[in-house]
């Protein structure tokens, strides 16, 4: 049965991935979501890292019940769509994504994302068929909620340090296509040249680019590469974390200079007013 409380929502989001090029922030907290939505984004999504880090653990720690409840928090944020870092599934057998995924759909997002890195160094990387056969699976999942959530599929292999990571990237992408994902990304993948092959490769599907730290492209850039979607993971929460360690650090020393570029406190409690 339709959650009417998120159609519009959805709706939104995947028009945005129709045409043009669009930045979608991660927030970490209800805070942060709140304040991108001030600033006119149109969309957010969930950073697993800037999650994690704010709860004192390291990136993909966080079970699957922590994991919904944050996904619950920033919808609950703002009236924006939300994609959601999903990681793999949080689960390693297929009827358990199914299952992990439904749950996701339930916390009211707009998409979420699967990943084909496993977090084991031996073997980084679901293989190939394991790996098509999880996002088919996630697609059906979706599916059977009816409701209008977007899959996005996600290739690691530049993250994990695959010998070949550009084509089997595209290999992964494509088949990620044909298996149900609506919006594809291989976080990592940073080259023109690179990001052009990734969108030659799956379309007219739309693709996500990861910038997580400073580049020398633009927006418009991207968008000129065909880019549809661009995120930046968990940067704005290590800026954020930056300026904390900085500060701190000067605290320690017995220095104040570090709160040299912070917010005021009206600044903020007029951000946060009723």
Known sequence: MTDHRYVARRAAFRKLHQSGCFLIPNPWDAGSAHALAALGFKALATTSSGFAWSRAHADNTMDIEAVLAHCREIVGATELPVNADFEDGHARDIDSVKQNVIRCVETGVAGLSIED??????????????????????????????????????????????????????????????????????????????????????????????????????????????????????????????????????????????????????????????
């Not at 790996?131 to 699976?137: Q, S, T």
């Not at 290739?155 to 990571?165: I, K, S, Y």
């Not at 701190?248 to 007013?273: I, K, P, V």
């Open 117 to 274: 890195s496993t977090g084991d160094p031996s073997q980084p990387l679901y293989d190939f068929d394991e790996a098509v056969a999880r996002m088919r699976a996630a697609r059906a999942a979706i599916d059977a909620t009816g409701e209008d959530v977007m899959l996005i599929g996600r290739a690691e292999c530049f993250l994990v340090g695959h010998p070949d990571p550009l084509n089997e990237s595209l290999k992964r992408l494509r088949a990620y296509a044909e298996a149900g994902a609506d919006c594809l990304y291989a976080p990592g993948a940073g080259k023109p040249e690179q990001i052009h092959a990734i969108v030659e490769a799956v379309a007219p599907k739309p693709v996500n680019v990861l910038v997580g730290r400073p580049a020398p492209c633009t927006l418009a850039d991207l968008a000129k590469l065909g880019v549809r979607r661009v995120s930046v993971g968990g940067a704005l929460a290590g800026a954020a974390w930056g300026g904390f360690l900085r500060a701190a650090r000067g605290l320690a020393e017995g220095r104040f200079d570090g709160f040299a570029g912070n917010a005021t406190h009206s600044e903020l409690d007029n951000l946060f007013a009723p």
